[in-house]
Nanobody, 123 residues
Framework: QVQLVESGGGLVQAGGSLRLSCAAS????????MTWFRQAPGKERELVAG???????RYADSVKGRFTISRDTAKNTVYLQMNSLKPEDTAVYYC?????????????????WGQGTQVTVSS
């Protein structure tokens, strides 16, 4: 059974930083693409950052230069380092594992999802 467990969310002031973690069990994070999505109230879930099996990364334009996705294969964990946070980054952040080695925007291409972690950025 595959499980993804996010942690690291919280309340931070604008300009601050947070690091989200996604601990996986049941399937290696290095064998499938891993992606962070987020969903703000009243909005659709959107891709934030993803990392392919080969290690290539993909970011939403809104977070480029501020967020960094990485993985630790020994810990089977994926991270999202978020710097220079803005109030518009406020959302529930979800970790998801792709059905292949590629990062997809379409949510239907993801087999497994975490429960989400709330990130709130105050102005």
């Amino acid at each position: 059974q595959v499980q993804l467990v996010e942690s690291g969310g919280g309340l931070v002031q604008a300009g601050g930083s947070l690091r989200l973690s996604c601990a996986a069990s049941g399937r290696a994070v290095s064998s499938y693409a891993m992606t962070w999505f987020r969903q703000a109230p009243g909005k659709e879930r959107e891709l934030v950052a993803g990392i392919t099996v080969s290690g290539r990364t993909r970011y939403a334009d809104s977070v480029k230069g501020r967020f960094t996705i990485s993985r630790d294969t020994a810990k089977n964990t994926v991270y999202l380092q978020m710097n220079s946070l803005k109030p518009e980054d406020t959302a529930v952040y979800y970790c998801a594992q792709s059905r292949s080695g590629y990062v997809y925007v379409n949510l239907t291409y993801y087999d497994y999802w975490g429960q989400g972690t709330q990130v709130t950025v105050s102005s």
